[in-house]
């Protein structure tokens, strides 16, 4: 029995630079990992493959990412050794991470068993050819197999890490509205002409070889899919309003949302907001996290 950590993720900025004809968008964000994660417990040696999870809106059956990555690994096994694999398993997730969040649960869950299963079959797959498995399955996946903070390019394919940022915030609140969203709603929602034009070389302003500071991204916090969340679901909108009236920190929205976030220098400071939001937020839909970022 294997049991792994699967961790939430955050937008630090996402610009969307271009609608291509397939529909999907090309993407410039900053990814990190947060503290936030879910638990998986994975059982190899099984007769059939089987996913376990007691949350209401994750699916248990094909649909769940993790039974896709399961599938997808064994074909790609049996693509690439000849043989071929009928093992079954098992994966119960204990969820802890919001649905629909803009977190990445789901693609992470996903890239989680892909690596425990990579580990398991003696490394068949090297992490560029396990990052190429993981976009069949979906676009935020490949980040989690590296799962470091990177510069994300293309449509979610092209992971460049730059090493752990220097002056990470000591907390980060995370407000979720209890209302998720569509990803491929909201970007089908997005008006590329409110998209920000990116005023800023990426090559000159984050190194690849690390000393990269949170100061250096300070100003360049943005994500380009929060105007289109907001319109799409009035709650969302309504609740980043709630936000920017009780929070004395930048907000921001994580991925497609529905979360937002902000970033706090000062423990104390964040503790506050945390307690005075969960106590206004109790018996409500909403909730207040209280994380930081893996380091
Ligand atoms: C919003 C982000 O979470 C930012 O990290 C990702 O771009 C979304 O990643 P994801 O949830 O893994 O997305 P997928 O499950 O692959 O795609 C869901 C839907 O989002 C849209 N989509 C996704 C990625 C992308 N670069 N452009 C898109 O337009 C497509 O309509 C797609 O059908
Ligand atoms: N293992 C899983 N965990 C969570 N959701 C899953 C999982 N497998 C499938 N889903 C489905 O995927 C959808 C999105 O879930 P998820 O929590 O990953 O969204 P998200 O955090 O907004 O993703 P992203 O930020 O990558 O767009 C939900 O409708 C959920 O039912």
């Known amino acids: 029995m294997h049991q792994v950590k699967s961790y939430a993720k955050i937008n630090l900025f996402l610009y969307v630079t271009e609608r291509a004809p397939s529909g999907y968008h090309e993407l410039l964000m900053l990814m990190s990992c947060i503290e936030l994660h879910d638990k998986l417990t994975v059982e190899f040696d099984q007769s059939e493959i089987t996913v376990i999870c007691d949350h209401p809106d994750v699916p248990e059956n094909e649909s769940n990412l993790v039974f896709k990555a399961v599938s997808i690994f064994f074909s790609s096994l049996t693509c690439k050794t000849g043989y071929l694999n009928r093992q079954g398993i098992r994966v119960t997730i204990e969820k802890n991470i919001p649905v629909g969040a803009g977190l990445g ?13 990579n580990h398991y079959y003696g490394q068949p797959f090297s992490p560029q050819e396990l990052m190429t498995i993981a976009f069949k399955i979906g676009a935020d996946i490949p980040f989690f197999i590296d799962a470091r903070t990177s510069i994300v390019k293309g449509f979610g394919e092209q992971i460049c890490p730059i090493g752990a940022l220097s002056d990470l915030p ?8 209890g209302v998720a969203a569509s990803t491929a709603e909201v970007y089908k929602n997005l008006d590329l002409g409110l998209t920000k034009q990116i005023k800023f070389n990426i090559n000159s302003l984050l190194k690849t070889s690390g000393n990269n500071k949170m100061s250096d991204i300070d100003g360049i916090m943005h994500n380009d899919l929060e105007i289109s969340a907001c319109a799409l679901y009035p709650e969302i909108g309504q609740f980043r309003k709630e936000l920017i009236e009780s929070v004395p920190q930048k907000i921001m929205m994580t991925g497609s949302g529905s979360t937002f976030f902000a970033l706090f220098d000062d423990y104390i400071k964040a503790k506050h907001c ?22």
Request: net charge positive; no cysteine; aromatic share 14%.
């Open 105 to 117: 649960g789901g693609s992470s869950n996903a890239a989680a068993v892909l690596k425990v299963m």
């Open 170 to 177: 000591e907390s980060i609140l995370l407000f979720y509205p």
């Open 274 to 295: 945390y307690e005075a939001l969960a106590k206004r937020w109790n018996k409500t839909g909403k909730r207040v996290f209280m994380t930081s970022f893996v380091v």
